[in-house]
């Protein structure tokens, strides 16, 4: 069977509504479908790429072949896993990990996006927690961390209420325009004080070397 080849194809992370998991080709379908259909106010851009300053046909075809090239390019000292988030069986959005050289720096960064009719219901909390929980308590991470531009309130409120630490700002040119990044970070012994989120993990145990992190 494939998943005895890529075994990130059998993990899956749960939580009380959502289940995050690699797609299936309908359902990676369906993804790039949501993602055509809005993600944010077209006045501002929370992305530090402009990928959704595309025509929708674009755009749909960008998350494709992104989700594609990132499990292609798999390496231990780099990776990034894009996990589709459903709630009762519905695509709603996509949760990212991601790290460099994790055996050492024992690092990962978060990254995410919902469709705009998913929005404002507390998921992208949720969906946040439950990559922290693979990441800290699966893989032994010792420090997660993330970042918003000044005007995306959503991200940075989902980062406080999980538990992370300013770490500072930066400097980015977005659609040809200064805008002020912040850098946030959290540790794994601030994520055990902070986490509130019952997350379960299945299928990690043949994955762990993929990420570095075999035991």
């Given at each position: 069977?494939?998943?005895d080849?890529?075994?990130?194809?059998?993990l899956?992370?749960?939580?009380?509504?959502?289940?995050?998991?690699l797609?299936?080709?309908?359902?990676?379908?369906?993804?790039?479908e949501?993602?055509?259909?809005?993600?944010?106010?077209?006045a501002?851009?929370?992305?530090a790429?402009a990928?959704?300053?595309?025509?929708?046909?674009?755009?749909?075809?960008?998350?494709?072949?992104?989700?594609?090239?990132q499990l292609?390019?798999?390496?231990?000292?780099?990776?990034e896993?894009?996990?589709?988030?459903?709630?009762?069986?519905?695509?709603?959005?996509?949760?990212s990990v991601?790290?460099?050289?994790?055996?050492?720096a024992?690092?990962?960064?978060?990254?995410?996006?919902l469709?705009?009719?998913?929005?404002?219901?507390?998921?992208g909390?949720?969906?946040?927690?439950?990559?922290?929980?693979?990441a800290f308590?699966?893989l032994?991470?010792?420090?997660?961390a993330?970042s918003?531009?000044?005007d995306?309130?959503?991200?940075?409120?989902v980062s406080?209420?999980?538990?992370?630490?300013?770490?500072g700002?930066?400097?980015?040119v977005?659609r040809?325009?200064?805008?002020?990044e912040?850098?946030?970070?959290?540790?794994?012994?601030?994520?055990?004080?902070?986490?509130?989120?019952e997350?379960t993990?299945?299928?990690?145990?043949?994955?762990?070397?993929?990420?570095?992190?075999?035991?």
């Open positions: 069977m494939l998943v080849h890529f075994p990130l194809l059998g899956r992370l749960r939580t009380p509504r959502l289940e995050l998991r797609p299936a080709p309908e359902e990676l379908a369906a993804l790039a949501l993602a055509a259909a809005g993600i944010h106010d077209p501002v851009m929370p992305f790429a990928w959704t300053d595309q025509p929708p046909a674009d755009i749909a075809r960008g998350v494709v072949q992104h989700h594609w090239a292609g390019a798999w390496a231990p000292d780099k990776w896993l894009n996990l589709v988030v459903f709630r009762d069986g519905v695509v709603v959005g996509q949760q991601g790290a460099r050289d994790f055996s050492i024992r690092e990962v960064h978060t990254g995410s996006w469709g705009k009719r998913f929005q404002g219901e507390g998921i909390t949720e969906m946040r927690a439950a990559v922290l929980h693979l308590d699966g032994g991470a010792a420090e997660a993330s918003a531009f000044v995306n309130a959503a991200s940075l409120a406080r209420k999980l538990g992370y630490q300013e770490d700002t930066s400097r980015q977005i040809g325009a200064l805008a002020i912040h850098r946030l970070r959290i540790t794994e012994r601030a994520w055990r004080s902070h986490r509130a989120t997350v993990v299945h299928g990690l145990a043949p994955c762990l070397p993929m990420f570095g992190a075999a035991s």
